[in-house]
Each structure stands twice: as C-alpha cells, then as structure tokens.
C-alpha cells in the first residue's frame, strides 16, 4: 500500500529554487527502505510473502556451508591430496578455487537470489539455455537417490557397529572365512599377504551380503531397507516447511559437524605416529602432467558441490539486497579450512595405524567408502574409548553427507514448485502469508511425494548388488555435466544474458549493472568494485578452463573405468553409465528446441534471447519499462510551493509514493511525454 501523501500543514512552504511545475508522482504496491548491512538489524522481516524467506540470513550461510562439505572431505580428499602433490596440491587448489571456485559459486548465488527462483526459472533469462536449469535438477536428482543409499549404511554402522566394533574386527563369526579367503584380526601384515580384513568381510559379507555381481542384484538388505526409509524420513521432516525447517536443520548439518572435526583433530594429532602421517600427506610427489590438470578441476568441482543448482536454491530465499557476496566469500573460505582440518585428521589417523602395525604409511591408507567402512572400524579397537569415538567419527560423516542430501533435494522439489502458475497456486488450501502459506504447504505435500518416490527408486542400491548398481551411476552422474553446465553458465552470463535492450549494452555489462542493484545498499563500493571485476573476468576465462577439461576427457582417455575391487562390470554396464550422462545433458538441447517453437508460435521470436517476463520476483526490486513495470504513473498535475506533491528540497531522503523530480535517481518508466519526444 502506497504510503500516505502529507498533509498541507505538515510541509511548510519553504523559499527554494523553482523547479518545473510538473512532475511525475509514483505510486507503487510495495515500499522498498534500503536494508541494514547487518543480516538482523531489521529483525528479518519477511520480505516475499508468497515465496517466504530465511528466518535469518545466517540460516542461508549455514545451509550453503553444509552443502558444500560433504563426507568427501574426510574420506577422499585425504587420499587426492596425497596423491596429487601433496602441499603443493593444497597451495594450488586454493588459488584455484579463489580463481574458479569462488567466480561460480558468486554466480549461481547471485542468480538465485536476484530472481528468487530455483535453477529452472532462474535461467529463464536465457531461454536459449534454460535446458541449463533442467539438467542441474535432473543429475541432483538422479545423486540424490543413490545418495541415500550410501546414507543408510552410514545408519548402518552409526547404530549397530559403534556399539559393537569386536564382531566388526573378528574373526570368529558366521561370515568370515567366506570364499576361501583368510580373515585377518586388525592384523594388515597378515592382510596384506594373503588375507582379508575382518572389517572388510564385515562390509561385504554381513552388511551388504554382496552378490557376485551387478547381474545378480539378489534381495533387498531389510536393515538397510529400514535405514533408507528413516534417511527420507529424515530428508522430509528436514524440508516440511521450506526455507523456515531447513534453515533451523542447517545449525545441526553444519555447526555440530564442525566441532566433531575439531574434537576429531585434536584426538588424531596427539597419538603416537601422527606427525608420519601428516607428512606423507604435505609431502611432494611427482605426478602424472597430462592428468593433474583435470584431476584439480573436478577436486574443485566436486568438492564445492558446482554446477548442480544447489546455490542458486539455497539463495533465491535470500531478501533482494542482502549481501550475497559476502555469503559467497565465506562459503568459499569456510570450505577450504574444514578441507585442511579434515586432511590433516584423515592423515594423522593413517600415521596412528601405521605406527600401530608397523607397516608403511601407503600401505594402510584408503579412500571412499574404504576408508570410512574398513580403515577406520580397524583403527577404531586399538582406541582408548575406541566405541565413543567411533559414534562420534560416523555420526560426523552422516551429519555432512545428510548436510548436503537436503539440499540436493529442495534443489528437485523447489524447482518443480516454481513451475507451477501463480494462477493454480492461488486456488490451493492454506493462508497467504505465515508458516502455513499455500506455498509452504505446496513445498511440503510435493517433498512428502517426491521422497517416497525417491525412496522407491533408491531401493534397488540396498539390494545385494546395490553397491556395484550405485558405483556405476556415481561414476557417470558427474564425470563430464557440472563441468559442460559451469562452462554454459558462464557464457549464458558473459555473451547471451538480456541481448537487447534500452541501453544497447553487452551481456555481461548488463548482468554487472543488475548486480549493482542488487547490491547498492549492502557492499562498500571499493570491495564491491575490485571483486565483482575479478568475478566478471573469470566468468569470461573460466569456459576456456572447462573447455580444456573435457578435452583432456576425451583425448587422455579419462572416461571412467567401472571396478570394484577386483570384479570387472560387463559391457552393458558401461552403456548405462553412458545413459546415466545422457539423461541430464539431454536436457540442453531439448529445452532450447522447445522454448524456440514456443517463441515462434507466440510470433515473438526475439524472446529467445530477450525474455520479458523475467527479472525479480517481487514488483518493487524491477527497474525497468517492459518486464513487468512494478509502479503505475499517475497523469501529470500541477502542484505550487508549499503543497502536497512539490518536488523535496535536496538532500532529504525520497520515500515511495512522494512526487519524483523526472531525471532523479529513481528507476522511471516511459511516460507519456517522453513518449511524445
């Protein structure tokens, strides 16, 4: 509602310099004050009524922090490191993810929170490449059903081997000795010469009972099928009411995680044999060239979770003008100290078992799930409290994995809500505004549903051959598509963002002005300048970056090579690892066909490039005639000194509704006399 006019006793006529008497009076639907710097100063009111926002914006870094960090950081990222140059592979990744990581994750948060729009909708501004959009949501969603599945052994091992780690490590149990294969007590001399370890029969024998191969998929595990089910669950109660559930979930998923890794840290650096250990990891080792260049790019990819949509999900619950680039700065730098916490924890360990067993620091280390699953449930016994710290080491990789899951799938779930019409949304129960709003509740039914469908889909990964089904889809889901979306993003951004318009300017300039809007009142203009250029030139080098990615790919013959352990999947599976990189870069050219006839039919073929039905969600945040002008002008009226509706005197603050002087700052449409000119 339009703020009232002052009364004629309440603006005393004041001697001032004569100004035109006609002016342009805006009225506007919503008021807009500039926002305090600080995320709470204004007591996180809600801003998008319909849409809802973050109770508080320290809800959106937690959440976007916890997406960022997943288990890989305790469980691979050791490993790569030691394997990839050791400390001259740390001071490299964190140039590049200042120089790469840092530039997209910027990005999709931006665009997330100037639309207010999930990956889908927020790629509206280049239908060219809103396919873009599509395939972020369909591989989120094709990792976020076999995520799970890997979640419930987590479960698995959090409620029954923590408690119980003498059956895990012996010998004398049913289903050792299985195959003619030796079993070894927490003996990996003996292991590494002819046996197996009785942690890792435990894995394979008891808790998956793995069948000979993927051709043999054999029955649902019931344990595991239970624990599926209550990691859904979880994910439901978890995003039950959107933005306002999963910002309270993000303080467990991201601040609990971040004490046990201190606490495992500490406990890690002060045994016996973890300064080996720690150097094994910094130390310099010769690496392959052809292959550390595509190797460091998908250690920046993968670990910073980019190019699947989730940052732009987390961010389009944002207020317009918070400070989005603060967030993206502290996400990057957050994620890179709990990168080196965890690989000096992982790699303290390795010190501890070595010197435990006496053997070579390479010879006891593992990655993946290995090491979660086999290398630590060994190390755990010869703990002092060894069950306690087990509890703690498992309930730490299931908060980080759960951390991230939530997000993959509201990144699914908020996507789909966005595409229903506002007309169809305002004919379903619930209030307007509130907790209850139709659109929390339109969330909340379509998360109820979309889980129990996941669920149905997740459950052939706790079936017998579960493990060899989720090693194929993992290792196709995300070998080449966040690489070729980051890549599309980029240009979409730099060459084809809003190709016409009023002021005839380049793609990027005109994304760069619209991001200064966005940000005109949270950034100090210095800091704001420096790093939005730096942003600005790396979204113009970074499609060269990707682009020499997947030509290594193709040329040194990185495509995944499918083994677990030393079983050999057959042709067919790799067809439908093929299948699985298909489904979500289909959607590119599918959705620009599609948008271009659609553009065709409506005889406005320049909205392929130039949509005009696209820009900030709410009225008040648009600025410019021709995309849903958020102000209506009022016929133009003579008005004397002293009056209501004469121009203010320089230097007070302008507020909505009041007479705006033609020329002043303030976002102006096209009036009829410019018209006339």
Same mark, same amino acid.
């Given at each position: 509602?339009?703020?009232?006019?002052? /009364?004629?006793?309440?603006?005393?006529?004041?001697?001032?310099?004569?100004?035109?008497?006609?002016?342009?009076?805006?009225?506007?639907?919503?008021?807009?004050?500039?926002?305090?710097?600080?995320?709470? =100063?204004?007591?996180? +009111?809600?801003?998008?009524?319909? &849409?809802?926002?973050?109770?508080?914006?320290?809800?959106?870094?937690?959440?976007?922090?916890?997406?960022?960090?997943?288990?890989?950081?305790?469980?691979?990222?050791?490993?790569?490191?030691?394997?990839?140059?050791?400390?001259?592979?740390?001071?490299?990744?964190?140039?590049?993810?200042? #120089? %790469?990581?840092?530039? %997209?994750?910027?990005?999709?948060?931006?665009?997330?929170?100037?639309?207010?729009?999930?990956?889908?909708?927020?790629?509206?501004?280049?239908?060219?490449?809103? !396919?873009?959009? #599509?395939?972020?949501?369909?591989?989120?969603?094709?990792?976020?059903?076999?995520?799970?599945?890997?979640?419930?052994?987590?479960?698995?091992?959090?409620?029954?081997? /923590?408690? =119980?780690?003498?059956?895990?490590?012996?010998?004398?149990?049913?289903?050792?000795?299985?195959?003619?294969?030796?079993?070894?007590?927490?003996?990996?001399?003996?292991?590494?010469?002819?046996?197996?370890?009785?942690?890792?029969?435990?894995?394979?024998?008891?808790?998956?009972?793995?069948?000979?191969?993927? =051709?043999?998929?054999?029955?649902?595990?019931?344990?595991?099928?239970?624990?599926?089910?209550?990691?859904?669950?979880?994910?439901?109660?978890?995003?039950?009411?959107?933005?306002?559930?999963?910002?309270?979930?993000?303080?467990?998923?991201?601040?609990?995680?971040?004490?046990?890794?201190?606490?495992? #840290?500490?406990?890690?650096?002060?045994?016996?044999?973890?300064?080996?250990?720690?150097?094994?990891?910094?130390?310099?080792?010769?690496?392959?060239?052809?292959?550390?260049?595509?190797?460091? %790019?998908?250690?920046?990819?993968?670990?910073?979770?980019?190019?699947?949509?989730?940052?732009?999900?987390?961010?389009? *619950?944002?207020?317009?003008?918070?400070?989005?680039?603060?967030?993206?700065?502290?996400?990057?730098?957050?994620?890179?100290?709990?990168?080196?916490?965890?690989?000096?924890?992982?790699?303290?360990?390795?010190?501890?078992?070595?010197?435990?067993?006496?053997?070579?620091?390479?010879?006891?280390?593992?990655?993946?799930?290995?090491?979660?699953?086999?290398?630590?449930?060994?190390?755990?016994?010869?703990?002092?409290?060894? /069950?306690?710290?087990?509890?703690? #080491?498992?309930?730490?990789?299931?908060?980080?994995?759960?951390?991230?899951?939530?997000?993959?799938?509201?990144?699914?779930?908020?996507?789909?809500?966005?595409?229903?019409?506002?007309?169809?949304?305002?004919?379903?129960?619930?209030?307007?505004?509130?907790?209850?709003?139709?659109?929390?509740?339109?969330?909340?039914?379509?998360?109820?549903?979309?889980?129990?469908?996941?669920?149905?889909?997740?459950?052939?990964?706790?079936?017998?051959?579960?493990?060899?089904?989720?090693?194929?889809?993992?290792?196709?889901?995300?070998?080449?598509?966040?690489?070729?979306?980051?890549?599309?993003?980029?240009?979409?951004?730099?060459?084809?963002?809003?190709? +016409?318009?009023?002021?005839?300017?380049?793609?990027?300039?005109?994304?760069?002005? =619209?991001?200064?809007?966005?940000?005109?009142?949270?950034?100090?203009?210095?800091?704001?300048? %420096?790093?939005?250029?730096?942003?600005?030139?790396?979204?113009?080098?970074?499609?060269?970056?990707?682009?020499?990615?997947?030509?290594?790919?193709?040329?040194?013959?990185?495509?995944?090579?499918?083994?677990?352990?030393?079983?050999?999947?057959?042709?067919?599976?790799?067809?439908?690892?093929?299948?699985?990189?298909?489904?979500?870069?289909?959607?590119?050219?599918?959705?620009?066909?599609? *948008?271009?006839?659609?553009?065709?039919?409506?005889?406005?073929?320049?909205?392929?490039?130039?949509?005009?039905?696209? !820009?900030?969600?709410?009225?008040?945040?648009? &600025?410019?005639?021709?995309?849903?002008?958020?102000?209506?002008?009022?016929?133009?009226?003579?008005?004397?000194?002293?009056?209501?509706?004469?121009?203010?005197?320089?230097?007070?603050?302008?507020?909505?509704?009041?007479?705006?002087?033609?020329?002043?700052?303030?976002?102006?449409?096209?009036?009829?006399?410019?018209? +006339?000119?």
């Amino acid at each position: 509602m339009a703020s009232q006019v002052p /009364s004629e006793t309440s603006t005393p006529a004041v001697p001032v310099q004569t100004f035109q008497p006609q002016v342009v009076v805006m009225t506007t639907g919503n008021t807009e004050t500039a926002p305090s710097c600080c995320c709470c =100063d204004d007591g996180c +009111k809600e801003e998008n009524e319909e &849409r809802g926002n973050w109770s508080c914006n320290f809800e959106s870094i937690l959440a976007s922090i916890s997406y960022a960090v997943g288990p890989g950081y305790l469980w691979a990222m050791p490993y790569f490191i030691s394997r990839n140059g050791g400390g001259v592979f740390l001071w490299v990744y964190m140039v590049m993810q200042i #120089f %790469i990581g840092f530039p %997209i994750v910027y990005l999709e948060m931006a665009l997330g929170q100037y639309t207010s729009q999930a990956p889908i909708r927020a790629w509206g501004g280049v239908p060219i490449l809103q !396919g873009v959009g #599509f395939g972020m949501v369909v591989m989120s969603a094709i990792l976020s059903i076999y995520y799970n599945g890997l979640v419930a052994q987590m479960l698995y091992y959090l409620f029954y081997v /923590s408690g =119980d780690l003498s059956r895990a490590t012996s010998c004398n149990n049913p289903w050792n000795n299985l195959n003619n294969a030796s079993c070894s007590e927490c003996n990996l001399t003996v292991c590494n010469a002819r046996g197996i370890p009785s942690t890792e029969q435990y894995l394979n024998n008891h808790v998956l009972r793995l069948s000979s191969g993927i =051709d043999d998929m054999g029955a649902v595990r019931g344990p595991l099928a239970g624990f599926l089910f209550l990691a859904w669950l979880l994910v439901v109660v978890a995003l039950s009411f959107g933005a306002k559930s999963l910002g309270k979930v993000a303080y467990v998923t991201t601040l609990v995680p971040l004490f046990l890794i201190l606490a495992l #840290f500490i406990r890690a650096v002060t045994l016996p044999g973890a300064d080996v250990g720690i150097e094994f990891l910094l130390a310099p080792v010769f690496v392959n060239a052809n292959r550390y260049y595509p190797m460091l %790019i998908n250690a920046i990819v993968f670990r910073l979770t980019l190019g699947f949509g989730g940052y732009t999900t987390l961010a389009s *619950n944002n207020r317009f003008h918070n400070n989005v680039l603060r967030d993206a700065i502290l996400v990057v730098f957050i994620d890179f100290v709990v990168m080196l916490f965890c690989a000096l924890t992982a790699s303290a360990f390795w010190g501890y078992l070595a010197h435990t067993t006496n053997l070579p620091v390479h010879t006891v280390i593992g990655s993946g799930t290995y090491f979660a699953f086999v290398t630590m449930v060994t190390l755990f016994p010869l703990l002092p409290a060894g /069950s306690v710290w087990a509890g703690l #080491f498992f309930f730490t990789v299931f908060l980080l994995a759960f951390g991230s899951q939530i997000v993959l799938v509201d990144t699914v779930v908020t996507s789909l809500s966005d595409l229903i019409p506002k007309s169809l949304l305002k004919k379903l129960p619930g209030k307007e505004t509130g907790l209850l709003r139709k659109r929390t509740v339109l969330h909340g039914v379509m998360t109820l549903v979309i889980c129990f469908l996941f669920f149905l889909l997740g459950l052939p990964y706790v079936t017998q051959g579960g493990n060899y089904l989720l090693t194929v889809v993992d290792s196709y889901n995300s070998i080449i598509q966040p690489h070729i979306f980051i890549l599309l993003e980029c240009v979409g951004i730099t060459y084809l963002y809003c190709l +016409k318009c009023d002021r005839c300017c380049p793609a990027l300039n005109r994304w760069m002005s =619209d991001l200064g809007h966005m940000l005109q009142h949270v950034c100090c203009f210095c800091c704001a300048t %420096i790093v939005n250029a730096m942003a600005a030139a790396a979204w113009l080098y970074i499609p060269l970056v990707m682009l020499v990615y997947l030509i290594f790919v193709g040329v040194e013959g990185l495509w995944p090579y499918l083994a677990y352990g030393s079983y050999a999947f057959p042709s067919w599976a790799y067809t439908l690892g093929n299948l699985v990189v298909s489904v979500s870069l289909i959607m590119i050219p599918l959705v620009t066909i599609i *948008n271009i006839i659609i553009a065709l039919i409506r005889d406005k073929p320049g909205s392929i490039f130039n949509p005009l039905e696209w !820009g900030p969600y709410l009225n008040k945040h648009r &600025r410019e005639e021709g995309r849903q002008p958020y102000q209506t002008w009022q016929p133009y009226q003579q008005v004397q000194q002293g009056q209501p509706g004469y121009p203010m005197q320089p230097g007070h603050p302008m507020q909505p509704g009041q007479p705006v002087q033609p020329r002043q700052p303030w976002p102006q449409g096209q009036s009829e006399e410019d018209t +006339k000119l």
